[in-house]
C-alpha cells in the first residue's frame, strides 16, 4: 500500500474480533414473541385481546374441573360435597356420573359378564386392520386380517360358530367363481364373483347351518343387537360403515366413468340421489319404510339396516372424493397403461387407482370422521348411541340436571377416534410422499 493510501485510512484491524452471543431479541423466545405476538400493532392488539380471551375462559372453567368431584352417588350428593368442602355456590364440576355410569356410555345395555367380549373384539380389530395400516409388518398377518370380521361377529353378536364360517364360505365360493371365470372374460369373472356369494348365501348357506347345528352346537350365548348401546354401538357402526363403503365407493366412481351406459347412468342416479337426501331421512327410512318393502313376517334386524344405508351414503361421497382423484390424474397416466398393453382392470389395479386414491387421501378421512361423528344420529330412531344414553341417564332422578360433565366425557371420546384417524392419515400422506421422492 503506498504512503498516501495508508494516510487516508484512520485505523486497520489488525486481529479478528471473537464471536459474540446475538442479542436477546433476536433469538430464542424473545424473538418468536416478537415477530408472532407484537411484529406490528394490529398483531399487538389481537394478541392482547387473545390474552384476555384465554384467561377469562380458563378462569371460569379451570376452577370448575380442578374442583371437580368423583364420588358421589347422586347430584344431590354431589352438590352436598361441594357445600361442605368449598362452599355454596362453588364452582365444582360433578364428575361422579362419569365414575357411576361410564360403563353404560362405552357398552349401552350389553350384560355385565360379557363386556371382555366388545373389548377383545376391539383388539382383535386393532391387531387385523394393523397389516394394512402399517406395511412394516409381515405380510402373513394378512391372513389374520381376512378372518377378523368373522372373529369380531362372534365374540359381539354370538351365537353358533357356524354361521359366520358358512358366510365365509360364500367369500371363497366368490374367489373360484372369479378364477374360473376370469379365463373367459373379464367382466363374466366380475359377474361371478358378485353373483356366485349371493346365491350360495340365499340357496345353501341356511340348509348347511341347520345340518352343521344338528351335528354340533359350537359357539358363545346370543346377545341381540337391542343390548347395544353407547360407544360400543358407534364403533361397530362406524367400523363397519368405513369398511365397507371405501371399496364400494370406489367402484361406483369407477362405475361412474364407465363407457357402459347403463353402468354409467346406473352409478350417477344411484350417487346424485344419495347425497342429495339427508343422512336422517336415509336412517328414517332403514328405520319405518324399508319393512313394507320386505315379505311379511321377515325380521330384518334394526342395526343391520342402519349398517347398510350408513354404508350406501358414506359409498356415495367416497365416490365423489376418489373420481376427483382419478380426474385429477394426467391423461398421460391412462395412455402409458394403454401403452403397456395392460387390460382396464390391471391398469386401474396397478396404475391408475394407487395414484388416484394417493391424491384422495385427506378427502376420504375427512368423510370417514364425518361418518364416525354422524353414528350419533342413529338416536332419532331409538338406538341409544352415547348421546341418547346421556339423555336416558339424565332422566334419572339420581342425575337429573347434569349436562357438561357428560357431554364433556362424549366429546373427549370422539376426538380421540377422530383425531387417530386424522393422524394416521397424515402420516400415510408423508409416507407416500417420502416413497415417491
Known sequence: MSDTNAKSVSYVRDTMLDEQTPPLAEVGVIKWVRENLFSGPLNTVLTIISLYVVYWIVSHIGPWLVNGIWDAGSL???????????GEGASAACFAVITERWPQLIF???PRDAYWRPVLALVVFLLGIAPILFDSLPRKMLVGTVATPFVMYMLLWGGSIWGPIVIGLGFIVGVFAFRFLAAINALLG???????????WLLLAGPLISV??????????????KEFGGFT?????GISAIILSLPLGILLALGRQSDLPIIKYSAVVFIEVIRGVPLIVWLFTASLLLNYFLPPGTNFDLMLRVIIMVTLFSAAYIAEVVRGGLAALPKGQYEAADALGLDYWKSMRLIILPQALKISIPGIVNTFIGLF??????????????????????????????YWELFLFIGIMFFIFCYSMGRYSQYLEKKLQREHR
Open 108 to 110: 349401552g345395555f350389553y
Open 373 to 402: 361423528k354422524d353414528t350419533t344420529l342413529v338416536v332419532f330412531i331409538g338406538l341409544l348411541d352415547p348421546i341418547g344414553l346421556a339423555g336416558a341417564i339424565r332422566a334419572s332422578t339420581e342425575w337429573n340436571g347434569v
Open 233 to 237: 354401538l358407534s364403533v361397530v357402526i
Open 212 to 225: 352343521l347345528n344338528g351335528a354340533t352346537t359350537i359357539g358363545l350365548p346370543f346377545i341381540s343387537s
Open 190 to 200: 366380475t359377474i361371478g364373483a358378485i353373483l356366485g356369494p349371493i346365491l350360495f
Open 76 to 86: 344431590t350428593e354431589c352438590r352436598a360435597i361441594r357445600n361442605a368442602t368449598l
